[in-house]
């Protein structure tokens, strides 16, 4: 059960849901994989290729000799670290889409991001008076944008990178005009 369901108030009910689209993703899985094969190079490297990398001079040193260990252990310790923190990254971003919660019900607009430093803004939906979308062509192309919506006596800032929202903006006009 999340955010939303939680603090209904008596009476309401979610007519629509969405969340952060899948676009955010895009730069962690990038990052990530970037990351990713730099450490697994510096892991082969540090392993089975060590023997193949001169140390001292330009003539190979047997395996065992002190330099060529050192080497060994500094690119794996460089290629573990460049792992983890590629898994710790796309995680966080995962996380990050996973926890952000929008939706419009009967009564209000909701919307929740974070999980540790939680952000929630909610308006009654008679106090509406426009919700703004905003997409570029990418949004157009995958259905995805920005949506603002003002209020009597102040504004909502922007969320951006919403999946669906244009049926997001739909919904709200119908449940305004629904409830008049």
């Known amino acids: ?7 209904l108030i008596s009476g ?3 007519a629509y849901r969405s969340g ?16 990713g094969l730099f450490g697994l190079l510096m892991l082969y490297l540090g392993g089975p290729a060590r023997r193949l990398l001169p140390s001292r001079g330009s003539v190979p040193q047997p395996a065992g ?5 050192g080497l060994a252990t ?13 898994a710790i990254y796309l995680l966080a971003a995962i996380v990050r889409r996973r926890s952000a919660e929008f939706a419009v019900t009967n009564k209000r607009i909701i919307f929740k991001t974070g999980v540790a430093r939680r952000t929630t803004q909610e308006i009654f939906l008679n106090k509406v008076e ?5 997409e570029g062509l990418l949004g157009r192309t995958l259905n995805y944008g920005s949506i603002a919506i003002r209020g009597t006596g102040g504004s909502i800032e922007p969320f951006h ?6 049926e997001f903006r739909r919904q709200v006009q119908e449940q305004i005009s629904r409830n008049p």
Request: charged share 10%; proline share 0%.
């Open 20 to 35: 952060l689209h899948w676009i955010v993703l895009v730069r962690a899985i990038t990052v990530s994989v970037v990351l």
């Open 74 to 86: 500094a690119f794996l310790a460089i290629g573990i670290a460049a792992l983890v923190i590629a």
């Open 130 to 134: 426009s919700v703004n979308v905003g």
């Open 65 to 69: 000799t002190a330099s060529s260990d």
């Open 161 to 166: 990178k919403i999946a669906h929202a244009q």
């Open 1 to 7: 059960m999340g955010y939303i369901d939680k603090n």
């Open 12 to 14: 309401e009910q979610v």
